[in-house]
């Protein structure tokens, strides 16, 4: 079958839609809710308009939506289109609060793009509309995220996201006409919520109406403040994220950069949270085997995921008894540098505060949490900062980071690392980082092959049976990735039927490395999460130690402070608890109900 586009003919298959058509020719027609990465299709912004003729007569069509038909002649370019094309942008941005200047995602909005394609200059609505966006809520209630529905255009890639990868379903269309926004179902607010702050939907939102709690001016606070020393640290996967928000290609090292932009900025001290994380294989690792000891029903599955605890606590709560109970990194980290930190470096610890960059909107969530706090109720970690956040925050400064010479860590007590903590942040990195030390506390030698290939990849769910030497038998284990995949995990291990002994799980598609508070790329989802992953892998071949019970900086703050792993000081500091936080009222609406698609 032929149609003809503006005047070219093409050749086309029966179901193929005029949109598809067009992007393979090579012809641009303007899209905002459309979401190929998602194959979403909901045809709500009507945006993508075009005049069709065929047999019927003429007519203005969503090309989106519209199959071809053999002979149809279908124009994109006459004035009559890009007139309508522009009036449907006009009714969008007039229902759109246009303080963009204050909004999150300033510079880097899909819909400051589409006003540009069509050619909007100026717009005849915005005084119509306007008074109704602004009746929208605006929900800060979430330690992570905020929901400003003013910015909200209805595109439904939020709810897609959370139903279609997460399996979810914490947003919901709430309302009718101008009044219509995103929701947190039958919850009073954003924290009452079956949300679990993992933050997918900021990645895919087209403007700032779901994005991360900026905490940037606390930051700037702690900074001009002499009376604080300020301790900053950042994640495994950062150092291979954060150059994407300065031009750098993905994957790109740039740790020795952010080192001297916190040096910079001023920040007092810079750990890696990368000690932290080998700190959590020593913990992490003795508990496995001390539970395989003692028999006690399995799996054990990892705790290191922010997003993951949330969903636990809030949509299968009987999975928690098998949660390790080993603090996140972050967590272990901010434990350490309010107790043992003081001690080894002498300051002061009631002026210190620590402030952590992560890939991460959960673990904004994670530091609030009152089991993470000292004396007093004051936190261990009292600062998170996405990558973007941080990005923003060195923008602020007027760094650069292209611009910033490399500086080395040289903090002599939390800033030495392995590869296997480096690779944490990966989806099936806390396995093998574990699995490399087990090994050798097991059969008191290092594994023949250290990089555990079954564990690699970006399959949903991948096992492997760890071989721990003759008269040790073997452990059975599994990864996964993304929340869809580890519910049918939980459910097998809350039923008795998982043949599984450890499971990592990380609540991000493809790890921290496509966290949640990562950089955007408009328009896709995920693309760079190989190249990311690669980039990880590559700084741990070149480690010159890659297995967690190397770290002589790790084996110095047990045989100063901590004892050994387990020990009763390390479960008053490196341990924590998870509570049922199941009734709220989404989970009523959600628990036992399908989970629906948007054509259900």
């Known amino acids: 079958m032929k149609a003809y586009l503006n005047g070219q003919e093409y050749s086309f298959e029966e179901g193929e839609t005029i ?7 090579g012809v641009f027609i303007p ?8 194959e979403h299709k909901p045809a709500t912004c009507r945006v993508c308009l075009v005049e069709v003729s065929d047999d019927t007569g003429t007519r203005m069509a969503a090309s989106c939506e519209t199959p071809l038909a053999d002979g149809m002649r279908i124009d994109t370019l006459s004035r009559r289109v890009r007139d309508m094309q522009r009036t449907q942008v006009e009714m969008i941005f007039a229902d759109h609060d246009q303080e963009c200047v204050s909004c999150a995602r300033h510079g880097d909005c899909e819909l400051q793009d589409l006003g540009e394609a069509v050619g909007l200059s100026r717009n005849r609505f915005t005084h119509r509309l306007r008074p109704t966006a602004a009746e929208r809520p605006l929900d ?4 992570g995220m905020t929901r400003d529905m003013s910015k909200c255009i209805r595109c439904l890639r939020c709810v897609e996201v959370c139903r279609q990868i997460q399996g979810v379903a914490a947003l919901t269309v709430d309302g009718q006409g101008l009044g219509a926004c995103i929701g947190v179902g039958m919850a009073d607010d954003h924290s009452a919520s079956a949300c679990i702050q993992c933050g997918q939907c900021t990645l895919v939102c087209p403007t700032g109406a779901l994005a991360e709690r900026d905490q940037n001016d606390l930051v700037l606070d702690m900074l001009a403040d002499p009376e604080v020393t300020t301790v900053f640290s950042f994640a495994p996967s950062v150092r291979v994220l954060l150059g994407e928000e300065f031009g750098f290609a993905p994957g790109v090292n740039v740790e020795g950069k952010i080192v001297g932009a916190l040096r910079r900025i001023g920040a007092d001290v810079v750990l890696d949270t990368d000690f932290a994380a080998d700190v959590t ?3 992490e690792g003795t508990e496995l085997l001390g539970r ?3 028999g006690t029903p399995g799996p054990m599955f990892t705790s290191c995921c922010p997003g993951w605890i949330n969903y636990a606590e809030k949509h ?17 980290l901010g434990a350490l540098a309010k107790s043992y930190l003081p001690k080894a470096m002498g300051l002061e610890k009631e002026r210190l505060r ?3 960059i992560m890939p991460c909107i959960a673990k904004k969530d994670e530091a609030a949490r009152p089991e993470l706090a000292r004396e007093g109720g004051l936190p261990d970690t009292d600062v998170v900062l996405t990558v973007r956040e941080f990005a923003r925050l060195l923008r602020r400064m007027g760094v650069d980071l292209a611009d910033v010479e490399p500086e080395p860590f040289d903090n002599p007590f939390m800033s030495a690392s392995t590869g296997a903590a480096v690779i944490f942040g990966s989806t099936g990195g806390v396995m093998e980082a574990a699995v490399r030390t087990v090994y050798a506390v097991v059969t008191g030698k290092e594994l023949e092959h250290i990089e555990v290939a079954p564990l690699r990849g970006m399959d949903g769910v991948r096992e492997a049976v760890i071989d721990l030497g003759e008269g040790n038998g073997s452990i059975k284990v599994a990864i996964c990735h993304g929340l869809r995949n580890a519910r049918a995990l939980a459910e097998q291990a809350m039923a008795g039927e998982s043949p599984y002994d450890f499971i990592e799980v990380m609540a991000c598609p493809g790890g921290c490395v496509d966290g949640g508070g990562t950089a955007r790329v408009k328009g896709d989802y995920h693309p760079h999460a190989r190249t990311r992953q690669q980039g990880l892998y590559s700084l741990d071949r070149a480690m010159p130690r890659r297995q967690s019970h190397k770290n002589q900086q790790v084996k110095k703050l047990y045989e100063d402070f901590l004892g050994e792993p387990n020990s009763h000081l390390a479960h008053e500091l490196l341990h924590t608890a998870y509570s049922d936080r199941s009734e709220t009222p989404s989970e009523t609406i959600f628990a036992n109900k399908k989970r629906l698609t948007l054509t259900d």
């Not at 899209?31 to 998602?38: H, S």
């Open 140 to 143: 800060d209630s979430a330690a």
């Open 281 to 283: 294989i020593l913990e």
């Open 19 to 25: 949109l598809q058509l067009a992007r393979r020719a």
């Open 31 to 38: 899209t905002l809710c459309r979401f190929e990465p998602l």
């Open 292 to 294: 395989l000891k003692k």
């Open 354 to 356: 620590t402030v952590s």
């Open 316 to 332: 299968c709560p009987g999975i928690l008894p098998h949660i390790s109970s080993t603090r996140s990194p972050q967590a272990i």
